[in-house]
């Protein structure tokens, strides 16, 4: 199964010069352990994965890229189609950047998408690609606040 995990904020943005304009631990934590819960295995784009400063730990990274350059501690992707082809009966969470979510949504590929939702508008300039028509609400959590944003969990399926 192959599932999407973003945090957005209400008009879908994703970053804002290139990092996220918000800092909600919490998130952080429901983002690890979702990533860690079904197979640990995480797929990011180059430019998303040069924030991280080093392969997130306890899971199996692989980076979509062009370079040929080895990176330690990861497995390079150069074909996404074909990658994710080889993932249609295993699990694999695609954790960004935007650019990606978009290949992967347009390529109908994702089964599902973790979001979560932070009340404010942050005048991001990445953004999460549109999924309201492809896609239909699971479960969502309560309200929580943290570091003076509200936020909710929810995970949508594909239709």
């Known amino acids: 199964m192959i599932r999407l995990i973003a945090a957005i904020d209400r008009k879908r943005g994703l970053g804002k010069n290139g990092g996220q304009p918000w800092h909600i631990p919490d ?24 924030t991280f400063e080093k392969p997130l730990v306890e899971r199996k990274n692989f ?9 330690e501690g990861v497995e390079l992707v150069h074909d996404l189609s074909k990658f ?3 993932y249609r009966d295993k699990d694999l969470w695609v954790v960004g950047g935007a650019n990606v979510f978009s290949q992967v949504i347009e390529q109908g590929k994702a089964d599902e998408l973790y979001l979560t939702h932070i ?16 896609y239909k609400l699971a479960e969502k959590s309560e309200l929580h606040e943290q570091n003076g944003f509200i936020f909710t969990y929810a995970r949508y399926v594909k239709i």
């Open 27 to 50: 998130d952080e934590k429901n983002f690890t352990a979702q990533t860690k819960l079904h197979g640990g295995h995480v797929l990011v784009g180059i430019t998303t994965f040069q």
């Open 63 to 71: 980076v979509l890229t062009h370079d040929k350059e080895p990176i």
């Open 84 to 86: 994710l082809d080889s």
């Open 119 to 134: 009340e404010a508008d942050f005048g991001c300039q990445q953004f999460f690609p549109d999924y309201e028509s492809k």
